[in-house]
């Protein structure tokens, strides 16, 4: 093989339909935006309007509260950790952690931080280094003669004070 031979493979790659050139080509005259008005022109962005009425999502009451300082946990629970260290993936030695947890494949990436949840049946000793932790998540490792520790990612806990001390 050389490299003046390499190709995509077939279907590969589309050419682009090119509009506004001609009533043959079947997107010609129009360029497919129908006729006339507003919306045929480029930029228009009227997503909403309602022709001068107040638009709906205008006109329906404001509800709920988002907390822009609320901490983005992934949740963990305990059958989880015990099958991944069942399986290998986990060093049941060292402290189970955020990061422990992404590389063995059971987190998809760390976020804020880790809830520990109690849900499935845990038998390895283990010392959990967490976020937060539920009360049943707890006990349960403390009956398997293990330990939690609730650290604090650095991005929860110092999130609000940083303006403050400015």
């Not at 919306?39 to 999502?57: C, D, Y």
């Not at 629970?77 to 189970?96: E, F, I, Y």
């Not at 990061?99 to 283990?126: H, Q, Y």
């Amino acid at each position: 093989m050389k490299l003046n031979d390499i190709r995509d493979n077939d279907g590969a790659t589309k050419n682009r339909m090119r509009v506004g050139r001609g009533i043959g080509s079947g997107k010609g005259k129009t360029a497919g935006r129908g006729v006339k008005g507003q919306k045929a022109r480029t930029g228009v962005s009227i997503k909403g309007f309602e022709g001068g009425q107040m638009p709906l999502h205008r006109r329906l009451p404001k509800r709920g509260f988002n907390n822009i300082h609320a901490a983005d946990l992934n949740e963990v629970n305990l059958g989880r950790v015990q099958q991944a260290v069942d399986a290998g993936r986990l060093d049941a030695s060292a402290p189970v952690t955020v990061e422990a947890l992404v590389a063995a494949g059971i987190l998809s990436r760390p976020r804020d931080g880790v809830k520990l949840l109690g849900v499935g049946e845990l038998t390895a000793k283990l010392t959990f280094e967490v976020t937060r932790a539920s009360k049943s998540a707890v006990e349960a490792v403390e009956k398997a003669g293990g330990t939690v520790t609730v650290v604090y990612a650095a991005g929860v806990a110092h999130r609000g004070t940083a303006s403050a001390t400015a």
